[in-house]
């Protein structure tokens, strides 16, 4: 008895399966959140996704373009992720994250004061 492959499958469990992000649960956390999107539509983590769509999710200061290839049974391996997706992410996006990862470090929250002496021993070990 053969098992076919899906022609669905929940956007959350697309995004884990195909190695987007490392948990569901993150998967999940970034639909909830508002920073994915199928078709140029906000989408829902229950969204089904099917050959064809463009899902567009961010990861920090990148936000990834993909089109869907084909929907994969089950979690698959990084070698096998160009066969079920193809990346389509301008290579802009990965260079604003190359240019920018001090200032994240650096961004402390308002309010939360001056920071520590382990903040100020990592803060400096930057600039080493």
Do not use: Y
Request: net charge positive; proline share 5%; with cysteine.
């Amino acid at each position: 008895m053969a098992v076919e492959e899906p022609l669905t499958d929940r956007l959350d469990k697309w995004l884990w399966a195909v190695r987007i992000f490392k948990t569901r649960g993150l998967a999940t956390a970034a639909c909830r959140a508002d920073d994915v999107h199928v078709n140029g539509q906000l989408a829902k983590a229950s969204r089904d996704v099917h050959a064809g769509d463009t899902v567009s999710a961010r990861q920090g200061l990148v936000t990834r373009t993909l089109v869907v290839r084909d929907i994969p049974l089950r979690r698959i391996g990084p070698k096998l992720v160009t066969k079920f997706c193809d990346d389509q992410t301008p290579p802009e996006e990965f260079a604003k994250a190359r240019v920018q990862p001090v200032q994240q470090l650096l961004e402390r929250a308002r309010g939360s004061g001056r920071p520590t002496k382990r903040d100020r021993r990592e803060i400096d070990r930057l600039f080493e």
